[in-house]
């Protein structure tokens, strides 16, 4: 198992370019979840999805699109980047067992816009 | 929503001293609490977690403790070594939910040799 792969693993944008970042998860997982992650504010939710064809926002959705068409593969867009998502972003995948809803990371993808 | 806080920001220990990190949380129906190890550069790894029905949990060096009524709990590091220095982060979620973990702010712990 690959577990949760993300690409790229670094980008530099444009203000206003768009983008998706990929990700993708092997181990069958219903929950997937976006987070950005800012120096001294810990991880912060982006959106998440529970299942194919059904997604929801998170603590910071403006700015970024997703959509769940498989149970593998859950993209991020940035629609128009702006340097206040300059972030390390990261992928999760989680499914309910014994250990509850552990969430597993992708590898991250640090962009920066300028 | 659920909200997390976390503290200390930064944490530096002697080398075999213990560390404490400590969270609390808003939700009361908050029922998982898992700790993440984030070493620089790398993803946020899962070192232990508790459920809101056990008051305490031990793995080798570390241990959680749960207090539901204060809605507070601790990371307990013992014995510490340099390469436990990292970033850790504590999470609450809340049960029977479909949303998401809500995490701390993070602690910087630095085992100094």
């Known amino acids: 198992n690959a577990g949760v792969t993300q690409t790229p693993k670094f980008q530099v944008l444009k203000t206003g370019q768009s983008m998706t970042l990929q990700c993708a998860q092997d181990?069958?997982?219903?929950?997937m979840s976006w987070y950005r992650q800012d120096p001294g504010m810990g991880l912060r939710l982006i959106h998440y999805s529970v299942g194919a064809g059904i997604t929801d926002q998170g603590e910071v959705p403006n700015g970024y699109n997703v959509s769940r068409s498989t149970t593998e593969d859950f993209p991020l867009r940035l629609l128009s980047a702006a340097p206040s998502q300059t972030s390390v972003y990261f992928c999760a995948s989680s499914a309910y067992s014994g250990r509850a809803y552990e969430q597993y990371f992708g590898p991250g993808t640090r962009l920066t816009v300028t | 929503g659920e909200n997390v806080e976390q503290h200390p920001s930064t944490l530096s220990v002697q080398e075999g001293d213990s560390a404490v990190i400590k969270c609390t949380y808003s939700?009361?129906?908050?029922?998982?609490f898992p700790w993440y190890k984030q070493e620089l550069g790398k993803r946020p790894q899962l070192i232990i977690d508790?459920?809101?029905?056990?008051g305490e949990k031990k793995d080798q060096r570390i241990a959680v403790t749960l207090n539901k009524t204060a809605k507070h709990f601790s990371l307990h590091i013992t014995e510490t070594q340099p390469e436990d220095s990292a970033v850790y982060f504590c999470?609450?979620?809340?049960?029977?939910?479909?949303?998401?973990?809500?995490f701390g702010s993070g602690t910087q712990l630095t085992v100094l040799p």
């Open positions: 181990m069958n997982h219903e929950y």
């Open positions: 508790i459920r809101s029905n056990v």
């Open positions: 939700d009361s129906a908050s029922n998982y």
């Open positions: 999470a609450a979620h809340p049960s029977g939910s479909a949303r998401q973990l809500t």
